[in-house]
Nanobody, 119 residues
Framework: QLQASGGGLVQAGGSLRLSCAASGRTFSRYMMGWFRQAPGKQRELVAAITSGGSTHYADSVKGRFTISRDNAKNTVYLQMNSLKPEDTALYYC???????????????WGQGTEVTVSS
């Protein structure tokens, strides 16, 4: 089970940190991803981190967002800086046992947390 939190309303240029807490004792084995879905658009990968700590970012967020994980706390984070109005979306965390950047390959999903960036 995944529980995402940390969303909110922020002005352009501001920052937010999303957290995703996982239950269970095998969190460290999973690749974790943050995805987002804006109204009328497809769900897209924002950032992902493997069990070994390797990271991947969408081009649109490189240099602004940072994904990290704390296996001792069963938690993955998404630090979002220099937010833009186009970052407005519902953000989901997800987990997969196999390396993938494709949403349908992720087995477990959190409930989503809303991020709204005002101009």
């Amino acid at each position: 089970q995944l529980q995402a939190s940390g969303g909110g309303l922020v002005q352009a240029g501001g920052s937010l940190r999303l957290s995703c807490a996982a239950s269970g004792r095998t969190f460290s084995r999973y690749m974790m991803g943050w995805f987002r879905q804006a109204p009328g658009k497809q769900r897209e990968l924002v950032a992902a981190i493997t069990s070994g700590g390797s990271t991947h970012y969408a081009d649109s967020v490189k240099g602004r967002f940072t994904i990290s994980r704390d296996n001792a706390k069963n938690t993955v984070y998404l630090q979002m800086n220099s937010l833009k109005p186009e970052d407005t979306a519902l953000y989901y965390c997800a987990a997969t046992l196999n390396y993938s950047l494709i949403p349908r390959h992720y087995h477990y999903w959190g409930q989503g947390t809303e991020v709204t960036v005002s101009s």
